[in-house]
Nanobody, 123 residues
């Protein structure tokens, strides 16, 4: 089992920045990749970014490229999502998820999920 806890969400004005953290515990040696997803009210959960936990390869949804940066600190068992130039449409609950086999863009590829962190971007 892997436990994930997100932190760092909050309220920010458009154009501002936030950094989300995802702290992992448990059987982290079984983690192949960690991804970030988000879900806005009335919408489906969508892929934001992912990183292979030990290799460090990164992937982004097209709309986040250039604004969001994913990174990880293995010693701290933590994955980060730096979000810059935030827009009102970035408002959502952000979830981190861990996969034992792939780091793709679909929710079905991920085995463990955090509880989510609310990000609200005001105009």
């Amino acid at each position: 089992q892997v436990q994930l806890v997100e932190s760092g969400g909050g309220l920010v004005q458009a154009g501002g920045s936030l950094r989300l953290s995802c702290a992992a515990s448990g059987r982290t040696l079984n983690v192949f990749a960690v991804g970030w997803f988000r879900q806005a009210p009335g919408k489906e959960r969508e892929f934001v970014s992912s990183i292979t936990y030990f290799g460090g390869s990164t992937y982004y949804a097209d709309s986040m490229k250039g604004r969001f940066t994913i990174s990880r600190d293995i010693a701290k068992s933590t994955v980060y999502l730096q979000m810059n130039t935030l827009k009102t449409e970035d408002t959502a609950v952000y979830y981190c998820a861990a996969s034992s086999r792939s780091g793709g863009a679909t929710t079905a590829e991920y085995d463990y999920w955090g509880q989510g962190a609310q990000v609200t971007v005001s105009s």
